[in-house]
């Protein structure tokens, strides 16, 4: 599995409106990084780039997850816990997502599962 793969199944589990109302093509683009959001100027559709900045926020907090994780099993050899991540996270990277810190926490414990199941991830 990808990071990239990881990345789109995490966003439609924690973020499953928002991907909804994207369209898996939007989605798939963004969580593969390449996505530029750009704000409409005419139309009378509905404008969802605040819904793709959301998906957008989402992935880059899911990538530094996974990265986080990968990094400490590679210079701790073992899965770090979901503290250990959260306090990276916190430390390292200005996140532009409020979520709740349950939600943090369900996040953690399914990305440290799935990474766990396929062992490393590539990129």
């Known amino acids: 599995m990808t990071i990239q793969e990881l990345n789109y199944q995490a966003l ?17 683009a963004i969580s593969s990084g ?11 559709n509905f404008d969802i780039s605040i819904i793709l900045a959301t998906i957008a926020a989402a992935a880059a907090m899911i990538d530094a997850i996974i ?18 991540i959260n306090i990276a996270i916190e430390k390292r990277i200005n ?16 990305l440290l599962d799935k990474i766990e199941e396929e062992g490393m991830i590539e990129s």
């Open 12 to 28: 439609q589990r924690f973020f499953p409106g928002e991907c909804s109302v994207a369209g898996k093509k939007n989605v798939e």
């Open 34 to 44: 390449q996505a530029e959001i750009i704000r409409t100027q005419h139309g009378a």
């Open 67 to 84: 990265n986080v994780i990968n990094l400490f099993k590679k210079e701790k050899k073992q899965m770090p816990t979901p503290i250990q």
């Open 95 to 110: 996140l532009q997502l409020d979520i709740s810190q349950e939600k943090r926490n369900d996040i953690y414990k399914y």
